[in-house]
């Protein structure tokens, strides 16, 4: 008896006709044998809990650099947080949520170290620019070799609103899976919320300022965490629901507070100069660790091993940046450009 044939069985009859069956998987790059026991879009999420890349997101900024504090959100504990907000839509739609667990565990594995500022500094020096969306197909793809289905790989590329629509209006823009939409939904519900948590907890912003600033907007999303995520949440899937489910979205309202609070962070936390100064030297390091590594290939081989033939030095120096730690980042940058200490004994 093969187990899995039972669960792809039990998802058809379960789930909703719009969700990603299983069974219907557009299929992995490399053809390879199906397991007995779990479905494709189970092994994904495996595939991804399971790879170094994973495990680096708890070593990695999401805001704030190396904070001392513990209950700061990491780049890990942020990706966790929206599998949790996702997972929660799916269900609530019968939608497939071992496809969008999978595709919110990978969604930013290819993030850069020191978050943002790590990202735009690449993305002014490395040739043709870099995305963290594409770096995070590339690190599944190239760097670990995962061989995720279609489905997961469209929906990790396509998480990304930085700048542009939480919900947009350009079906290319979209996933190809509802599982995949919800992702993106997800991903900002996430960082608004525990950016804003955090940024109250380092007294980057006062509850007055947010009061002053945002304050209406709050009276629609909700006055604490919890209760934004679970307003947040319940618009999405109701106004999904009423629209018939062609794609997931959210109410005007909703979006429309939700794109002023995004706008007020990045005002006043993201460029705020608490966080902003930090992210000028953090921008530094990368740059001169880029400048170093892709002027001296035999440092650099010495540094990561055999590289792969045929591959643009620029682009190797790139991954190993790119998936660097905060903390290896500033141990590299300490190696290289700092004089070491004389060690007597």
């Known amino acids: 008896m093969i187990i899995r044939k039972e669960l792809e069985e039990r998802e058809r009859r379960i789930l909703s006709p719009r969700a990603m069956f299983s069974s219907a998987s557009r299929g992995r790059l490399v053809r390879e ?5 779990r479905m494709a879009f189970q092994r994904d999420r495996d595939r991804i809990l399971h790879s170094k890349a994973f495990r680096r997101l708890k070593h990695k900024t999401q805001v704030f650099l190396t904070p001392s504090g513990d209950h700061y959100r990491t780049r890990l504990t942020h990706t966790l947080e929206v599998s949790q907000i996702a997972r929660t839509i799916a269900r609530a739609l019968g939608l497939n949520e071992d496809l969008t667990e999978a595709i919110a565990l990978g969604h930013d594995l290819g993030h850069t170290p020191f978050g943002h500022a790590g990202e735009e500094v690449l993305n002014k020096i490395v040739p043709g620019g870099f995305r963290h ?3 995070s ?8 070799k995962l061989n995720l289905t279609a489905e997961v790989r469209d929906g990790i590329v396509k998480h990304t ?11 290319a823009l979209m996933a190809i899976t509802l599982e995949g939409q919800i992702v993106r939904v997800a991903d900002s519900i996430a960082y608004l919320n525990h950016d804003l948590d955090d940024a109250l907890r380092a007294k980057v912003i006062t509850r007055k300022t947010v009061l002053t600033e945002v304050g209406d907007c709050l009276k629609l999303l909700g006055a604490s965490h919890s209760q934004r995520i679970g307003r947040m949440v319940l618009d999405v899937v109701d106004t999904t629901q009423q629209a018939g ?3 997931i979205s959210a109410g005007r309202d909703m979006l429309k507070s939700a794109m002023r609070l995004r706008r007020f962070l990045d005002r006043e936390v993201y460029n705020g100069a608490a966080v902003h100064d930090d992210f000028v030297k953090a921008s530094k390091v990368i740059r001169e660790l880029y400048e170093y590594y892709t002027t001296s290939p035999e440092a650099f081989v010495r540094e990561v091993g055999k590289t792969p033939p045929g591959a643009e030095p620029y682009r190797l120096v790139c991954d190993f940046i790119s998936g660097m730690t905060d903390r290896y980042a500033f141990k590299a940058y300490e190696k290289i450009f700092l004089p070491q200490p004389w060690m007597i004994v």
């Open 245 to 247: 489910m062609p794609h």
């Open 133 to 135: 969306p594409e770096q």
């Open 33 to 37: 044998k199906e397991c007995d026991l």
């Open 161 to 171: 609103k930085r700048g542009g629509p939480i919900v947009p209006e350009d079906p």
């Open 137 to 144: 197909l590339r690190v599944v793809d190239e760097i670990e």
